[in-house]
DNA sequence: CCGCCGCGTCAAGAAGGCGTCAAGATTGCC
DNA sequence: GGCAATCTTGACGCCTTCTTGACGCGGCGG
């Protein structure tokens, strides 16, 4: 089921939604703060963010723009504060929903919810074959030949982000963006180096690309 | 802009959104009732619907419902109930978000925004169709006969120009502008390099153009 | 009828991007 | 502390793309 990223430095709350979150059969990843939280992410890319204004490492707008950075999956806010303003830039910044405490756990669940279900069209795409391989990107799970395929976390991580928008053209600022990191928008170095090894992990003839396609100057392509 | 249908029993409110939401530049369409609502929006589809609970003909979670029925838009419920079980009914049956009034004016303009950028992606359709060949904006994709057209990212960038302005005539210097840059105006040449290249690769007979057409002296048209 | 301007065509040189490889740096694990 | 896997970094040659200039054709006006 989806996976639902915790963002909170009051243990008590944590447990209170971790608990609660296991029970609807949610799969629950927790962070006390927004640094933990970006690592995790990375690893396991949520489709829902719940997270807290009142963090100790981060102001709460900045933990909102960045997770925009790394992910397009729904955020709730949760936050003490009642106040209008507080709530204007929350949303403006890319939240989905704005959550002031206290609150119901049963309201809080309805809406995650009702994010999910506005989120789930564009998002799940489960398992995608091609004559040549299968990616299941649910279990992480990469198959050539009826074999596992051993892919390292970049590997992954990239193919991931072409697999999500496979048939359309991906940039390589996205791709450096959602992979590396919004420094490394000019390190196309990276790109070139992690494409080669995919091909090289998964092409049937890596030096004529017939999934991993290269638009020259544009981006790159992956076609099922 | 985006068109938001506005449905409550209370004149004074109903004002009250209509002059703040025309002011943020939405075309708004207003119901005092469920049966007037489903009227109009039949007639004028909305992107985003802000509906109260307590109507006069119809209960809550039924007109949520009933909205569901005919659109996906996005749905704001409001309402004078702060009961938990209230919100996570409204919301189970299809309700993106549920603000409780009293509310503030900014706060339910910002959730408005969440609410139409989440549904933004899935109401787009930029595909652009001939004859002869499919363009996808979003995907950056042109297919002719089946098979992926090749366009080199100058290519691209005059095509998306001239498809965006599909049936208008498009001006040399409005061209050279966008996609060469404000200096190049005055090479002309560049453009008749490159219309042609569009021709050589989409055009079934490229020395005869159905679709990029020239018009001497002005500029070029994409017809579909 | 002739000359001019604008458009289409072609090709070659220049510039920049891409694939490739391998060695050093870093990380995580035992 | 050492080993193994992974990530980063730089250099090189090839190929695509962009730029640029020359030429022919055709319509329009003189």
Redesign the interface.
Known sequence: MSRILVVDDDRQLLRALRINLIARGYDVVLAPDGATALAAASRQPPDLVVVDLGLPDMDGVEVVEGIRGWSSA?VIVLSARHL??S??RA??A?????VTKPF?M??L???V??AL???A??SQEPVVETEAFTIDLAARRVTRDGADVRLTPTEWHLLEVLVRNA???VSQRQLLQEVWGPKYESETNYLRVYVAQLRGKLEPDPSRPRYLLT????GY?F?P
Chains 1, 2 share one sequence.
Not at 94 to 98: I, M, S
Not at 215 to 218: H, K, R
């Open positions: 729904p209008e303003q709530k204007v949303l403006d890319g939240a989905d929903d704005y119901g049963d309201e669940l309805a809406r919810r009702a279900r506005r989120a069209p564009a048939g359309r053209l638009e020259p100057g544009m392509r076609t």
